[in-house]
């Protein structure tokens, strides 16, 4: 039976670099994907072209081509991204540029468009999950991207892509376009389709699926976690799928491993929305054929909405936060104290909070106030800060206010930080998939 080898080289945006160049030289693959836009991601690279059009693409997607660009041409392995976050344009220019500069200027690079929909949002009535008029965001609206499918990725697969970068799409379309692709699979073949988005999803978070964000000392005991191995999938032209990795390399892909990873951001496990199958996981059964080998059947799916999700970045407000340390006998009672000031001096100096927090590291920071005669007195307590305003300026006197304590708090204060920075914030609404058109560009030396 054909079958296609597709590894996941980064499950985020800052992922690390090493295990894809593993996957590239070590893994056998046909294709090799790079997964790196988180919800809130691309609202920050819509403001990153704002300020400069030549930017706005993943800022790790250079040094991501400089090290596997080589190695995927020279064993015939695609490369498919979503690197491209708010402009993808660009990212296949840098990445052109790239290749020329390592003598691939052969390779053929594909760009998508088409899922920038803020116009569409500007002009139309949308309510957002919150149940408000998009339009009602004004000037503060900063991007709103549809989440495409895997067509477009097809098609560009189908005109010789080597390579295909694009914005915002769906994740597991990242993997479930190659198998469509070589194995001819139809769209509305929902069994497949189901199969293909679970190896997609299953890749999609790289590291996660060998034990990654999975260990617990003790309980769940992770092999060789620095240098963690990322996952690869190998699907069968029938649509089954085996999840492994690079022998050799950190961490293990068990059961355990794969149950996590399935069940990880998915709602509801029998009605998955995508934008090409409403894939049904309910049924799922994983046997570990090998060490580090798990394969998965059971996957189906339904015929999907018609809508697509778009992911609208606004700015929320600002945020400013103060931390200063106390240690040493009273080290609780001086940083109650210094919260107190604090709280008295917002009060005192008219700071705008719209929201605020205080948290005393290691005593209620996570779990609340805790009074019983087994809590012992720490050592040490950090202070934290920090609260919500509609200015910046006003964000900044949070952190300045904590950093008086040094002279105007309580003895031994040390260790203090200030910062205060906007929040981006994300909302979602639903749009007709009919008003999205994907644009396939090839960039051209």
Not at 400 to 426: F, K, Q
């Amino acid at each position: 039976m054909k079958t296609l080898r597709i590894g996941c080289g980064a499950g985020y945006s800052g992922d690390r670099i090493e295990p894809a160049l593993e996957l590239a030289e070590h893994g056998d693959l046909d294709y090799l994907v790079f997964e790196c836009l988180a919800e809130r991601t691309i609202a920050l690279a819509q403001q990153a072209r704002m300020k400069d059009p030549a930017l706005g693409y993943d800022p790790l997607l250079e040094a991501r081509m400089l090290a596997v660009l080589k190695p995927c041409a020279d064993r015939g392995i695609k490369i498919i991204t979503n690197m491209g976050a708010a402009n993808p344009l660009a990212a296949a220019a840098k990445t052109r540029q790239i290749a020329v500069s390592l003598g691939l200027g052969h390779l053929k690079i594909a760009a998508i468009t088409g899922d920038d929909v803020l116009e569409q949002l500007r002009q139309g009535d949308y309510l957002d999950d919150t149940g408000e008029p998009v339009a009602a965001l004004g000037s503060r609206l900063l991007s709103a991207n549809a989440y495409l499918g895997a067509q477009p990725l097809v098609d560009a697969l189908a005109q010789g892509a080597d390579i295909v970068i694009t914005g915002r799409i769906a994740d597991p379309a990242l993997v479930l376009a190659p198998a469509i692709h070589a194995f001819g699979w139809a769209m509305g073949d929902w069994q497949r389709l189901g199969q293909g988005t679970l190896a997609g999803h299953l890749l999609e978070c790289a590291g996660q699926v060998c034990g990654g964000y999975f260990a617990d000392p003790g309980v769940k005991d992770v092999p060789s976690l620095a240098r963690l191995g990322f996952p690869l999938a190998v699907i069968g032209e029938d649509g089954s799928v085996e999840i492994t990795k690079v022998a050799g390399s950190g961490g293990y892909v068990t059961r355990a491993t794969c149950t996590e990873q399935l069940l990880y951001e998915i709602h509801d496990p029998a009605a998955y929305q995508t934008p090409d199958v409403v894939a049904d996981f309910s049924a799922v059964t994983m046997t570990e054929c090998a060490p580090d080998r798990v394969s998965l059947h059971g996957a189906s799916g339904h015929p999907c909405s018609g809508l697509l999700k778009v992911s609208i970045g606004y700015i929320d407000s600002y945020i400013g936060e103060g931390q200063i340390s106390y240690a040493g006998p009273g080290a609780l009672a001086r940083a109650r104290l210094a919260q107190a000031i604090v709280a008295e001096r917002f009060a005192l100096t008219g700071v705008a909070l719209t929201e605020v927090r205080y948290d005393l590291i290691g005593v209620n920071a996570l779990h609340g106030e805790r009074d019983g005669p087994d809590e012992a007195e720490p050592r040490e307590v950090r202070l934290r800060v920090i609260g919500r305003t509609a200015s910046l300026q006003q964000a900044i006197r949070i952190g300045n206010e904590v950093e008086t304590l040094y002279t105007c708090g309580p003895a031994g204060g040390g260790g203090a930080t200030r910062s205060a920075r906007e929040v981006i914030a994300i909302r979602s609404t639903l749009l007709p998939a009919a008003q999205v058109s994907p644009v396939i560009h090839f960039e051209e030396i």
